[in-house]
């Protein structure tokens, strides 16, 4: 058993400095995140025609907002429930424009400086610091997780992370290797799965951005790589892989949340896996990535409509697995083709492992489907996890029995 998710030397050496950040940015001390965040809302929308699909788009641009769902503008259509961050000196023309225009539309979040500050009081009532004591149903910022993260190795891939505002993905991970370390002598299928399988797991895939989450902006997507050309930074590392790239669901522009890359593979996160994978394809039977949020299971193809070979497998394996992750809190999760059951994307992780030989690719949307967003309280981060759990022991079990 060896820990997989190396980061880079450079990211080594920003790991004290981020404690620092930390330090500074405890409430107490200042405002978190400089109190950027203050009277901003994340509203609800639900265009009933193509007219205010249409109409949204074209204000969504002009405002230049924060959209949760869907990942790209161009994905806005009649029946597409949209989740939209908006800052507060926009708020008011905004919900101006809804009335006039008569678009129906929710606040999810009041106020998203409150809520966050609301979170992070919260955190820092927890210990954190003691090995004895670390807790698993809190966040983690990247130095802990650096320090804390053990890992297995082969046949299936495990990453969380890819995708910096998404915390609860790195939070599974981890949940994954604690359960493997604590059950392999109690519980028979974990025993059953270690014994005939190794994992390889990257508990944060997106490991700068991931920092700049805890650090700078929360709700910081991409990577944070520079662009020559360009102030804006960063890729998004799940539209950067040598599958139909830049093509439908990505974007070209650099200061775009859905920006491609330069070129496949441009990010040394997504090159250094892809290598890996690459390397080790022949012997990976299943690929799984955790992002958030939908409650959704995902499969390929994510870049076309097209119908994988190996359809009834996967499709029976995904059917099982959501079955079994209801059994637990009746969490209802929808499964399917991600092009169908989601939107279609171009240049993603799952799409490209599928593509180089690894035959069970899915991708998780993890909890909720709003009402919390990206701000899933830690409170949900133990019924999010236990019952992941069970669906990715389904999945793994359906390889050894259904799917040899």
């Known amino acids: 058993m060896n820990f997989l998710g190396k980061s880079r030397s450079r990211t080594a050496a920003l790991l004290p400095l981020c404690w620092l950040f930390l330090k500074i940015l405890r409430p107490g001390h200042s405002h978190l995140y400089n109190n950027r965040y203050a009277g901003d809302k994340v509203i609800r929308l639900f265009p009933k025609t193509d007219g205010e699909a249409h109409a949204l788009k074209k204000m969504f641009r002009q405002l230049q907002v924060d959209l949760w769902q869907p990942s790209s503008i161009s994905h806005v259509s009649e029946g597409t429930v949209t989740d939209v961050h ?28 409150k809520a966050l500050e609301k979170e992070s009081i919260l955190r820092t009532q927890r210990n954190r610091r003691s090995l004895s ?11 802990e997780l650096g320090r804390r993260s053990r890992a297995y190795k082969r046949a299936v ?24 370390l604590l059950t392999y ?10 014994n005939h399988l190794y994992f390889y797991i990257m508990p944060v895939f997106n490991v700068d951005g991931y920092h700049f989450s805890w650090t700078h902006d929360r709700f910081w997507r991409k990577t944070r790589s520079r662009n020559s050309r360009f102030h804006c930074r960063g890729v998004d590392a799940n539209r950067n892989w040598k599958v139909k790239w830049c093509a439908e669901g990505a974007s070209v522009h650099p200061c775009d949340d859905t920006y491609c890359g330069p070129f496949p593979e441009s990010e040394p996160e997504v090159k250094a896996v892809a290598n890996f994978l690459r390397k080790h394809r022949k012997h990976i039977r299943a690929y799984l990535s955790f992002h958030a949020y939908a409650q959704m299971l995902l499969y390929p193809y994510s870049y076309k409509y097209a119908t994988i070979p190996n ?12 079955k079994a992750l209801r059994s637990v809190h009746g969490a209802q999760y929808k499964y399917g083709p991600a092009s169908r059951t989601l939107y279609v994307s171009s240049g993603n992780s799952m799409d490209w492992a599928y593509k180089n030989g690894i035959p069970y690719s899915f991708a998780f949307e993890l909890r909720d489907t709003g009402h919390f967003g990206f701000l899933l309280p830690e409170m949900l981060i133990k019924p999010t996890c236990t019952e992941t759990m069970l669906a990715v022991k389904n999945i793994t079990m359906h390889l050894l029995k259904k799917c040899p």
């Open 86 to 113: 908006v800052l507060q000196n926009a708020s008011q023309a905004l919900l101006a424009f809804f009335h006039e225009a008569n678009i129906q539309y929710e606040i999810l979040i009041e106020d998203l400086q």
């Open 133 to 143: 004591d670390y807790n698993y149903e809190v966040y983690h910022s990247l130095e």
């Open 157 to 180: 891939w495990i990453d969380c992370g890819i995708h910096a505002r998404e915390w609860i993905g790195p939070t599974f991970c981890q949940w994954f290797v604690k359960e493997a």
């Open 185 to 194: 002598r109690s519980d028979p299928v974990m025993k059953t799965m270690l």
């Open 311 to 322: 359809f009834s497998c996967v499709e029976y394996a995904a059917y099982k697995a959501v």
